[in-house]
């Protein structure tokens, strides 16, 4: 039962996790002293992970209850005590790395169980309906037709009022705008059907469409319910992920207190005490101690920069290598991450311009619809002067096209879509980015997190002794610093040659050093352990350089093949990056990119988006750092790796959970590919209306006619949609697709 | 017909039958976690760490 252990080295390479303090925070009252916590296990997937992480929680004396969902992936811990119980590291021994979710965000969705409800509900209403209409279609005598048509209206008006609430809502919301969306003739046939079958059961009329209007209703609360479902997993998957901003610092008050302060609490002119391996949590500049700071998420440069005192430094960048006391210069929403929000708001209108396919449609097909029927209506008036028939007739023509097929031409596609970029590890957030991704036609990369890992890679190591080799791995996997970091991944399996280590020191800006054998090795830049003024990181033995480290960037998997991709289906692609000229200049040679630009400020990005949009280009933007959040707001559409920013993720159409940027032309052929499914059922609709919509003119339709033609046509749209083929190669690999968060655990080394 | 003074209504009440369930069972979070209550069936004992009380 190992198939889930995933190394203990997840966990430190988390670095430092959530502190208690933090924790506490996050955590819920309940009230009798009881505490809730909810941590995202992105890792459990099978039997074993639940007994597994409910018995290593429960065990702990504080824990009351521990609960493993194992859909959402996601463990609900409730507990007792001021200090929370140590549930990370609890579940870190056990092989999983954790880390806190949300609190309030996890509460049952109303929404979703508000559309299950109203499912249920219609289901019942239209399956007991039919069973009546069926035993009325085979010839009932009058007066039990006249008794199943009143039980039918009975049982209509549940459905209509409670379930018919979702389209009413929408409708009524969309004309209050001026606008008229697919729920607007929706709602009109099916009040309408429900008005004159009402009538002439009164008038002991012969046919009623009871069974027409909740078969409706029911048929596309499925599709609502589907697509709703489809995208509160992708959410929920993005929002299990971990957050890089922190909750809240440490703050030490002038009498020498410390206290842990959320993030708003935060003011300036405040002592914050930030540890190495944590994230600054609001801009500020340098009292005391020496670090290098990891800035690749907020401005896209892939070297740490080496603070000391006097230094500023941003909020959201990763302190790497000592502890900090800082000043804080802003609050949290005067900070550098606000401004970032305060673009994202300001780029946000291209998107909100967009108008979902299907309303398009809709804008089209009411008025065509509406006139038809009441042409209808006055020619059959002019023509027999019969109000009652020529009304029936008019209604009659409305039912017929109520648009059942149309309601569901989208949505069921989208589904289906959605469904087949789930398995590969793509979360889409929105139904309409799936329709703007497949009408782009120039894609635009930011460089440090997205074409490459973000993580220097080691290159060379100068020598083969496994002794030299193995003390470098030994010293490196003393530091945070993303170049011991290479240096570990690169050689870790050389540490056991090397002696144990007991007192490494490590000197922010500079490297680590410790004393083996009463001789002094140093592991860090070449001046410092060397005194030789070179580039490049090197090991020395008292001041003798050893051998030599090179590093290079490493791509992104799939980076190159994505790109080669993209410009073969005739997509101009080019690099914006806030990097320096020669980084971004190696990166786009070694990728066949020909336009590039470096150095781009967050605001310079989200121009040069809203120059290509008035150009007519429409713009794939896939970035991942703080400092391109306001560009993927202002991109027609936008993609985000896993390991991106939280605001960056949270402003993507698409999310990618796999490391390899594969996903991009998946996502493209998977969204064009649904766009060609979309027009193919508009047209099957289109189809349907233009042989039902004379029969209905001339007045032959009845009850059973209409159930039959808008049943074969919904079946028939869906039956289209399941036709989808995109994506579908990749899903074999299932275990590997189980554990697709697993990235996530990149996040911290970068 | 007079059967159906029976059938029908019966037929109905079940049908509110299993509808009341399907609300109930929804609203008991039976369907919260699909996933795990496939995975759970395999687990021998859940007594120690399950919910207490």
Same mark, same amino acid.
């Given at each position: 039962?190992?198939?889930?252990?995933?190394?203990?080295?997840?966990?430190?390479?988390?670095?430092?996790?959530?502190?208690?303090?933090?924790?506490?925070?996050?955590?819920?009252?309940?009230?009798?002293?009881?505490?809730?916590?909810?941590?995202?296990?992105?890792?459990?997937?099978?039997?074993?992970?639940?007994?597994?992480?409910?018995?290593?929680?429960?065990?702990?004396?504080?824990?009351?209850?521990?609960?493993?969902?194992?859909?959402?992936?996601?463990?609900?811990?409730?507990?007792?005590?001021?200090?929370?119980?140590?549930?990370?590291?609890?579940?870190?021994?056990?092989?999983?790395?954790?880390?806190?979710?949300?609190?309030?965000?996890?509460?049952?969705?109303?929404?979703?169980?508000?559309? %299950?409800?109203?499912?249920?509900?219609?289901?019942?209403?239209?399956?007991?309906?039919?069973?009546?209409?069926?035993? #009325?279609?085979?010839?009932?005598?009058?007066?039990?037709?006249?008794?199943?048509?009143?039980?039918?209206?009975?049982?209509?008006?549940?459905?209509?009022?409670?379930?018919?609430?979702?389209?009413?809502?929408?409708?009524?919301?969309?004309?209050?705008?001026?606008?008229?969306?697919?729920?607007?003739?929706?709602?009109?046939? %099916?009040?309408?059907?429900?008005?004159?079958?009402?009538?002439?059961?009164?008038?002991?009329?012969?046919?009623?469409?009871?069974? =027409?209007?909740?078969?409706?209703?029911?048929?596309?609360?499925?599709?609502?319910?589907?697509?709703?479902?489809?995208?509160?997993?992708?959410?929920?998957?993005?929002?299990?992920?971990?957050?890089?901003?922190?909750?809240?610092?440490?703050?030490?008050?002038?009498?020498?207190?410390?206290?842990?302060?959320? %993030?708003?609490?935060?003011?300036?002119?405040?002592?914050?005490?930030?540890?190495?391996?944590?994230?600054?949590?609001?801009?500020?500049?340098?009292?005391?101690?020496?670090?290098?700071?990891?800035?690749? #998420?907020?401005?896209?440069?892939?070297?740490?920069?080496?603070?000391?005192?006097?230094?500023?430094?941003?909020?959201?960048?990763?302190?790497?290598?000592?502890?900090?006391?800082?000043?804080?210069?802003?609050?949290?929403?005067?900070?550098?991450?606000?401004?970032?929000?305060?673009?994202?708001?300001?780029?946000?209108?291209?998107?909100?311009?967009?108008?979902?396919?299907?309303?398009?449609?809709?804008?089209?097909?009411?008025?065509?619809?509406?006139?038809?029927?009441?042409?209808?209506?006055?020619?059959?008036?002019?023509?027999?002067?019969?109000?009652?028939?020529?009304?029936?007739?008019?209604?009659?023509?409305?039912? %017929?096209?109520?648009?059942?097929?149309?309601?569901?031409?989208?949505?069921?596609?989208?589904?289906?879509?959605?469904?087949?970029?789930?398995?590969?590890?793509?979360?889409?957030?929105?139904?309409?980015?799936?329709?703007?991704?497949?009408?782009?036609?120039?894609?635009?990369?930011?460089?440090?997190?997205?074409?490459?890992?973000?993580?220097?890679?080691?290159?060379?190591?100068?020598?083969?002794?496994?002794?030299?080799?193995?003390?470098?791995?030994?010293?490196?996997?003393?530091?945070?610093?993303?170049?011991?970091?290479? #240096?570990?991944?690169?050689?870790?399996?050389?540490?056991?040659?090397?002696?144990?280590?007991?007192?490494?020191?490590?000197?922010?800006?500079?490297?680590?050093?410790?004393? #083996?054998?009463?001789?002094?090795?140093?592991?860090?830049?070449?001046?410092?352990?060397?005194?030789?003024?070179?580039?490049?990181?090197?090991?020395?033995?008292?001041?003798?350089?050893?051998?030599?480290?090179?590093?290079?960037?490493?791509?992104?998997?799939?980076?190159?093949?994505?790109?080669?991709?993209?410009?073969?289906?005739?997509? =101009?692609?080019?690099?914006?990056?806030?990097?320096?000229?020669?980084?971004?200049?190696?990166?786009?040679?070694?990728?066949?990119?020909?336009?590039?630009?470096?150095?781009?400020?967050?605001?310079?990005?989200?121009?040069?988006?809203?120059?290509?949009?008035?150009?007519?280009?429409?713009?794939?933007?896939?970035?991942?750092?703080?400092?391109?959040?306001?560009?993927?707001?202002?991109?027609?559409?936008?993609?985000?790796?896993?390991?991106?920013?939280?605001?960056?993720?949270?402003?993507?159409?698409?999310?990618?959970?796999?490391?390899?940027?594969?996903?991009?032309?998946?996502?493209?052929?998977?969204?064009?590919?649904?766009?060609?499914?979309?027009?193919?059922?508009?047209?099957?609709?289109?189809?349907?209306?233009?042989?039902?919509?004379?029969?209905?003119?001339?007045?032959?339709?009845?009850?059973?006619?209409?159930? /039959?033609?808008?049943?074969?046509?919904? /079946?028939? /749209?869906?039956?289209?949609?399941?036709?989808?083929?995109?994506?579908?190669?990749?899903?074999?690999?299932?275990?590997?697709?189980?554990?697709?968060?697993?990235?996530?655990?990149?996040?911290?080394?970068? | 017909?007079?059967?159906?003074?029976?059938?029908?209504?019966?037929?109905?009440?079940?049908?509110?039958?299993?509808?009341?369930?399907?609300?109930?069972?929804?609203?008991?979070?039976?369907?919260?976690?699909?996933?795990?209550?496939?995975?759970?069936?395999?687990?021998?004992?859940?007594?120690?760490?399950?919910?207490?009380?």
């Amino acid at each position: 039962m190992t198939c889930c252990a995933p190394g203990a080295d997840t966990a430190a390479r988390y670095g430092a996790g959530p502190t208690p303090d933090e924790i506490r925070l996050a955590s819920r009252d309940l009230g009798d002293g009881l505490r809730q916590t909810d941590l995202s296990v992105p890792e459990a997937h099978c039997a074993a992970c639940i007994s597994k992480i409910e018995g290593g929680l429960g065990e702990l004396p504080d824990v009351e209850h521990a609960r493993l969902n194992l859909s959402t992936r996601r463990v609900t811990v409730k507990w007792r005590g001021d200090t929370p119980p140590p549930l990370i590291e609890t579940l870190a021994a056990a092989g999983y790395s954790a880390h806190l979710f949300e609190p309030g965000e996890d509460q049952s969705d109303p929404q979703l169980s508000r559309l %299950i409800r109203s499912l249920g509900v219609a289901g019942f209403c239209a399956m007991n309906i039919m069973l009546l209409s069926v035993s #009325i279609w085979s010839g009932a005598d009058p007066a039990t037709r006249q008794a199943f048509h009143w039980i039918s209206a009975a049982l209509a008006l549940p459905a209509l009022l409670y379930s018919g609430q979702v389209f009413f809502r929408s409708a009524w919301g969309a004309l209050q705008h001026g606008q008229t969306n697919m729920d607007v003739p929706i709602s009109i046939g %099916i009040c309408l059907a429900f008005g004159l079958s009402l009538y002439d059961t009164f008038h002991h009329g012969a046919h009623a469409y009871f069974d =027409a209007a909740t078969t409706l209703i029911f048929f596309l609360l499925c599709g609502r319910t589907l697509d709703y479902v489809m995208r509160e997993r992708a959410r929920q998957a993005v929002r299990g992920l971990m957050r890089l901003s922190p909750r809240g610092a440490t703050v030490m008050r002038a009498d020498g207190t410390r206290e842990y302060l959320p %993030i708003g609490e935060i003011e300036p002119g405040m002592v914050l005490l930030v540890p190495a391996g944590e994230r600054i949590p609001v801009d500020a500049r340098v009292e005391n101690g020496r670090s290098d700071i990891d800035e690749a #998420i907020a401005t896209g440069e892939s070297a740490p920069r080496a603070v000391a005192t006097g230094s500023t430094v941003q909020a959201g960048t990763l302190n790497l290598t000592g502890p900090l006391t800082l000043v804080a210069t802003a609050r949290a929403d005067n900070s550098f991450l606000a401004e970032m929000v305060r673009l994202m708001e300001a780029a946000e209108g291209g998107r909100a311009r967009y108008r979902r396919l299907a309303d398009r449609a809709a804008r089209l097909y009411s008025p065509v619809v509406h006139l038809t029927a009441f042409l209808t209506f006055v020619g059959w008036a002019l023509s027999t002067g019969n109000w009652h028939l020529s009304i029936s007739v008019a209604i009659a023509v409305l039912i %017929i096209t109520c648009p059942c097929a149309l309601g569901l031409a989208v949505p069921i596609v989208q589904v289906v879509a959605a469904r087949r970029l789930f398995e590969n590890g793509i979360m889409v957030k929105d139904g309409s980015g799936l329709e703007r991704l497949a009408e782009i036609d120039s894609v635009v990369f930011d460089k440090t997190g997205t074409l490459t890992l973000g993580a220097p890679r080691l290159r060379s190591s100068g020598t083969n002794d496994p002794a030299v080799l193995g003390i470098a791995a030994a010293l490196a996997a003393q530091s945070l610093h993303p170049m011991s970091r290479a #240096i570990v991944a690169g050689l870790g399996d050389m540490r056991a040659e090397a002696p144990v280590i007991s007192a490494a020191v490590e000197h922010p800006g500079l490297g680590v050093e410790a004393e #083996i054998n009463g001789r002094l090795y140093r592991l860090g830049r070449s001046a410092w352990a060397a005194g030789k003024d070179q580039p490049g990181t090197v090991l020395a033995c008292d001041g003798h350089p050893l051998t030599s480290f090179t590093f290079e960037d490493v791509l992104r998997p799939g980076a190159a093949e994505a790109v080669q991709a993209l410009q073969e289906a005739g997509l =101009a692609v080019e690099i914006l990056s806030g990097d320096h000229r020669d980084a971004v200049a190696t990166t786009a040679r070694r990728l066949g990119i020909e336009r590039f630009e470096a150095g781009v400020l967050p605001a310079e990005k989200v121009a040069h988006l809203e120059e290509l949009s008035s150009k007519g280009c429409r713009t794939l933007m896939v970035g991942d750092g703080l400092n391109d959040a306001p560009a993927l707001a202002a991109a027609h559409v936008s993609m985000a790796p896993a390991s991106a920013a939280d605001i960056g993720r949270n402003a993507a159409d698409f999310v990618f959970l796999h490391e390899s940027l594969d996903a991009v032309p998946l996502a493209l052929d998977v969204a064009r590919e649904a766009g060609k499914l979309i027009r193919q059922n508009f047209a099957l609709a289109i189809i349907y209306n233009a042989i039902a919509l004379p029969i209905a003119i001339a007045g032959f339709v009845t009850p059973l006619i209409a159930a /039959v033609a808008m049943s074969l046509s919904s /079946v028939l /749209v869906v039956g289209n949609a399941l036709r989808l083929k995109g994506g579908r190669t990749k899903t074999r690999n299932l275990e590997q697709d189980d554990r697709e968060p697993s990235q996530s655990r990149m996040v911290v080394v970068r | 017909m007079s059967t159906l003074v029976f059938l029908v209504p019966l037929a109905l009440a079940l049908g509110a039958g299993a509808l009341g369930a399907f609300l109930w069972s929804l609203r008991s979070g039976q369907y919260d976690d699909l996933d795990g209550a496939a995975h759970r069936i395999l687990l021998d004992d859940e007594k120690d760490h399950g919910p207490k009380g």
